[in-house]
């Protein structure tokens, strides 16, 4: 973070400028230090998380995301961004991204992918994509008792018991419809450029469309209720990517 940048936080919160991303973008000054200031504040509450955490996932499953994340990671453009996958033992299967690129999957995501690669990247890229475009960043700015300039202190001092109170629950909701699709589209074509099959996104929204959210013991249907229904998914990453029924990536 640029120095000063705490004034000028402040200075804007006070003036309750509504605009999360072009706040966080114009006191940080260049997007590098944008995204170093998005990392500090998802460290911290990365932290927080893994408090809740039960415990470890099985060390085969943290290995096979860490490997599907550094290969998709390869392929982001800018160098800046860093991302840190953790499976996340919890009571709801999900996955979500903190800002700064802390990215957590559950192990029940993992074992209705049948661990296949593919699927799992189209998980892990989702997320990447919500970090990539701000949209982590823009939801936690947009939260009334979250000001530009309470993230200008450190982060353990300021976020560390709202993330308690709320909870993971909150950090597993989706994002807007038209975020959602945007990054169904990201992670789709930066599957693509690092060698995954964008295929395998459509296969694990099929598999998640099957899921009944009254008879589901393991929760994903709640999960999947926040989020744009499925065959829109589907058929917007076909025509984004695309993708032919049954065919081939194209483009």
């Known amino acids: 973070m640029t120095r000063g940048s705490p004034y000028l936080l402040g200075r804007l919160a006070a003036k309750q400028f509504r605009k999360a991303q072009w706040v966080w973008q114009s006191v940080t000054g260049s997007e590098e230090d944008a995204i170093r200031a998005e990392q ?56 979500f991204a903190l800002p700064g690129g802390f990215i957590f999957v559950a192990p029940a995501l993992v074992d209705l992918a049948g661990r296949d690669r593919d699927e799992l990247a189209f998980v892990i890229a989702h997320e990447m994509a919500h970090v990539i475009r701000r949209h982590a960043i823009d ?76 008879t589901d013991p393991a929760g994903l249907g709640a999960y999947l209720s926040t989020h744009p229904p499925i065959d829109a998914r589907i058929g917007e990453l076909r025509a984004r990517l695309t993708l032919g029924r049954g065919a081939e990536p194209g483009g």
Request: hydrophobic letters at 45%; proline letters at 5%.
């Open 40 to 95: 500090e504040v998802g460290r911290d509450m990365a932290a927080v998380v893994r408090e809740k955490a039960r415990g470890p996932a099985p060390p085969e499953i943290q290995s096979l995301l860490e490997e599907i994340t550094a290969a998709l990671a390869d392929r982001v453009r800018n160098e800046v961004h860093r991302f840190e996958v953790s499976a996340l033992v919890g009571e709801h299967p999900t996955a």
């Open 139 to 214: 939801r936690l700015l947009g939260q009334k008792v979250i000001t530009a300039a309470t993230l200008a202190t450190p982060a353990t001092r300021s976020l560390a018991p709202w993330v308690r109170q709320v909870g993971l629950q909150w950090l597993e909701k989706a994002h807007s419809r038209e975020q959602e699709l945007e990054a169904d589209e990201l992670g789709g074509r930066l599957m693509r450029a690092a060698g995954f099959d964008p295929l395998g996104a459509v296969r694990l929204l099929e598999k998640l469309g099957t899921i009944d959210a009254g």
